[in-house]
């Protein structure tokens, strides 16, 4: 497919994204007037663009980003919240399983961070197989732990917290991800994590902590699970999500636990 520098074709879920960012502040992006419909549809022309996408090696340059393990060293991070997602990512790479209360088939591992589906590492420089402007990354790869099922998903702090942007964000990664050759490179690059065969549908994680309760971001979140239960019922995404699945994440002692939101 040739490279696209005219920015993102409105109507892929990569364009609808930027529109988001575009709005500029929560009240903006809760007045878009965007409905499942719109993010269903985005997502099937996104899929059906990159459906013969070629990326190759790894989904981030490697060597070009601080280990895990020295952020915690030199980050002074609080016990009992969570700053930002470095913070968030830091703490989830160490244990191997991560379980959800009440939910033991949602039980999932730390996988990467920061991967941009629609890059491929050259030569370690990245490249764009789009160009720049499809550029959409996902905060984190999970894989589940009961039948090994890649986990895109976006983290969302605080006054940072916007479930909505957050969810459209991560179906945008996810979208990337949906073609044979994408699984064939997961499979590739975390071989440790899939073994010989990574399966054909992904899920979708939206993580918040310390969600606002009051304001516009209660109104976000609100529409972000009408948004996905609206997509869950249709099954307009069923041939390549499985679930979207919303948690809050609360850290006590260094230590995380993870609850499904009420709705998710």
Aim: hydrophobic share 40%; proline share 7%.
């Amino acid at each position: 497919m040739t490279p696209t520098t005219n920015g993102p074709e409105p109507r892929r879920i990569e364009g609808l994204y930027h529109r988001y960012g575009a709005a500029g502040g929560q009240q903006r992006q809760l007045d878009l007037p965007v409905t499942a419909a719109d993010i269903g549809e985005a997502f099937e022309s996104t899929v059906t663009a990159v459906s013969d996408t070629r990326g190759s090696g790894p989904f981030f340059p490697p060597g070009t980003r601080k280990g895990l393990f020295d952020l915690c060293k030199e980050r002074p991070l609080p016990l009992d919240a969570l700053c930002d997602t470095q913070h968030l990512q830091a703490l989830l790479w160490s244990p191997p399983r991560w379980p959800v209360e009440g939910r033991p088939e949602l039980e999932f591992m730390f996988v990467d961070r920061e991967i941009t589906p629609a890059s491929a590492v050259v030569d370690r420089k990245r490249e764009w197989i789009y160009g720049e402007d499809w550029r959409v990354s996902a905060d984190l790869l999970l894989m589940n732990t009961r039948d090994r099922t890649p986990i895109v998903a976006e983290f969302k702090r605080g006054g940072d917290e916007n479930a909505d942007y957050a969810l459209v964000q991560a179906l945008a990664a996810a979208a990337q991800l949906t073609p044979s050759r994408q699984r064939a490179r997961l499979r590739k690059e975390y071989s440790d994590h899939f073994g010989e065969h990574v399966p054909n549908l992904l899920d979708v994680y939206v993580i918040l902590a310390d969600p606002a309760r009051h304001g516009t971001g209660p109104k976000l979140l609100e529409r972000a699970l009408a948004h996905a239960e609206v997509l869950r019922t249709s099954r307009r995404l069923d041939r390549w999500i499985r679930r979207v699945v919303f948690l809050e994440v609360k850290s006590a002692g260094g230590e995380l636990t993870f609850h499904v939101l009420e709705g998710a």
